[in-house]
């Protein structure tokens, strides 16, 4: 059985945004389907997600995540900023 070990709840969107892997890279598009106080579930064609990386949201606000899970292009991350 399923155990959601979320801190916070999730909710269903369908936003773009930008990744950013690190200082000086240039931003890479990303599809945001669900988003949290605590963090997002992203879709990104790319071959390698580091283990910490920048999502720059439609509002313009960035924010700095950890990679917690990947299955082929979606993944899921953790702010490690609060809002």
């Known amino acids: 059985m399923f155990v959601n070990r979320r801190?916070?709840?999730r909710v269903v969107c369908n936003?773009?945004?930008?990744i950013q892997f690190g200082t000086g890279a240039l931003?890479?598009?990303?599809q945001i389907t669900d988003i949290?106080?605590?963090?997002?579930k992203v879709i990104a064609d790319y071959p390698e997600i580091p283990p910490e990386f920048t999502i720059i949201l439609?509002?313009?606000r960035p924010r700095q995540c950890?990679?917690?899970?990947r299955i082929g292009?979606?993944?899921g991350a953790e702010f490690m900023d609060r809002a």
């Open 7 to 9: 801190k916070s709840e």
């Open 15 to 18: 936003r773009f945004a930008k």
């Open 27 to 30: 931003p890479r598009d990303c």
């Open 36 to 40: 949290s106080d605590g963090g997002v």
């Open 58 to 60: 439609a509002t313009g």
């Open 66 to 69: 950890r990679l917690r899970w």
């Open 73 to 75: 292009c979606e993944f």
